[in-house]
């Protein structure tokens, strides 16, 4: 890996820190969020400052100096960003992710190395998704041994810092060859190291950490989506790229007892949705206030006291308080189970985020087309580029369908059947 440039630094403290620092780049972020969405502006140098901040770095554990926050502030960190910028948001979901994997299934050495890597403020992205399969668990790229025990390419210089060590059922020392295509790869043109979701011969899931840079490697800013237009979320190629054993994670092992990893991922992505529907509140709010004028028939001189526009302000609220609530109930479930893990505990916290994010993808999108409803006429030109907060929730809230979330949820409360072992729950 050609060694990444010095970044300075901060060292995020403590839960209170961290969201005071979400909030001061929220408001940083929504200043030009509007035009770099037109102009599909990627967010590099935005991207800089969030690694710059030490926020990346604040679920890295305290006894490897990081903030260790709880999941509570985790999910109102991602909820800030959203309310500021959805797309930027989301370019970060998997890098805490993969954080996550590491915890669980990290070696010592493995953890050392790339928590240091993470509190140097370099980012995570994801390569996982697989256009063209039947299942979204169907895996096709294979990480395979490189038999003639060939290692890394010059230079890579990570796998002497972590120090050899294990790959969990992928083997022991050695390299591997990686080969494969991935799609939805959000973060991975932004990212320093790539942790790719892979197979190995005895068909055992994997996560092979894999350097933007790396030989091979190829990132392609392809995604055209409606909304999150920002986020690059395009194509990765990996063509026969070397990965040394201490790179390659036992993702398999995680989903062998009661986990969070499912959890955790669906929390920041309820934790967006909620951030979309409450900046696009926010955004009618001051639209109405400012810019809208009354219906003739109210009788008032603004749009601000016309009674019908106040109900449905209200009924709007009380929607995205209702997400709000739902998704600090889910956080504090995972931080609750996170300290008592057990299958039961697992189970809840489960279904506490599933019933967040069925919420959130609801106020999501509700409020930010009621926008135009409420707003007015005015509020539909281009040039203010307000439907961005639909495209944005529209676009993310298809990761996968809230219809099966219900169904777990109404299994668990009618017969107790715990929600399956999986990523998305």
């Known amino acids: 890996m050609t060694a990444a440039p010095a970044r300075t630094v901060r060292t995020v403290a403590d839960d209170a820190e961290a969201l005071a620092l979400a909030r001061e780049l929220a408001d940083e972020f929504r200043a030009e969020a509007a035009e770099r969405d037109r102009e599909r502006r990627l967010p590099r140098a935005e991207l800089d400052r969030l690694s710059a901040s030490g926020l990346l770095g604040v679920t890295v554990p305290r006894a490897h100096g990081g903030a260790d926050v709880s999941a509570r502030t ?218 809208s004028r009354p219906w003739f028939e109210s009788g008032y001189e603004t749009a601000a006291e016309d009674p019908l526009l106040i109900q449905r302000f209200g009924e709007l609220a009380l929607r995205v308080r209702a997400a709000e609530a739902l998704l600090n109930a889910a956080a504090d479930a995972v931080d609750a189970a996170s300290a008592d893990l057990t299958d039961d505990s697992a189970a809840e916290a489960s279904i506490a985020v599933a019933a967040a994010k069925v919420q959130a993808a609801e106020a999501a999108v509700g409020t930010s087309s009621a926008l135009f409803e409420v707003a007015g006429t005015r509020a539909a030109l281009d040039s203010l580029n307000l439907n961005r907060h639909w495209r944005d929730a529209r676009t993310h809230t298809l990761h996968d369908p809230v219809r099966w979330k219900v169904q777990h949820i109404g299994r668990y409360v009618l017969s107790g059947t715990r929600p399956p072992r999986h990523g998305l729950l």
């Open 74 to 291: 985790l999910a109102e960190i991602f909820r800030l960003l959203a309310t500021g910028d959805a797309s930027l948001a989301q370019i970060p979901q998997s890098h805490f992710v993969y954080v996550s994997v590491l915890r669980r299934q990290g070696s010592p050495a493995q953890r050392e190395f790339f928590f240091g890597e993470v509190l140097a403020g370099r980012r995570f992205g994801n390569a996982q998704s697989e256009a063209g399969t039947k299942h979204v668990q169907d895996i096709r790229t294979r990480l395979t041994p490189l038999r003639d025990g060939a290692g890394a390419a010059d230079g890579s210089g990570a796998a002497d810092a972590a120090g050899g060590a294990r790959a969990g059922d992928a083997g022991g020392t050695g390299s591997y060859l990686l080969s494969g295509e991935k799609h939805y790869s959000t973060g991975a043109l932004f990212a320093d190291w790539i942790p790719v979701l892979a197979r190995a011969e005895d068909e055992a899931l994997h996560v092979a950490y894999v350097p933007r840079d790396a030989p091979g490697v190829t990132v392609l800013d392809d995604w055209d989506g409606m909304g999150q237009r920002t986020t690059a979320s395009g194509t990765v190629r990996l063509a026969d790229v070397v990965v040394p054993a201490d790179r390659v994670v036992p993702h398999h092992l995680t989903f062998q007892g009661p986990q969070l990893h499912g959890a955790v991922a669906q929390l920041l992505h309820a934790a967006i949705d909620v951030g979309i529907a409450s900046g696009a509140l926010a955004e009618a709010v001051a639209f109405v206030r400012t810019k």
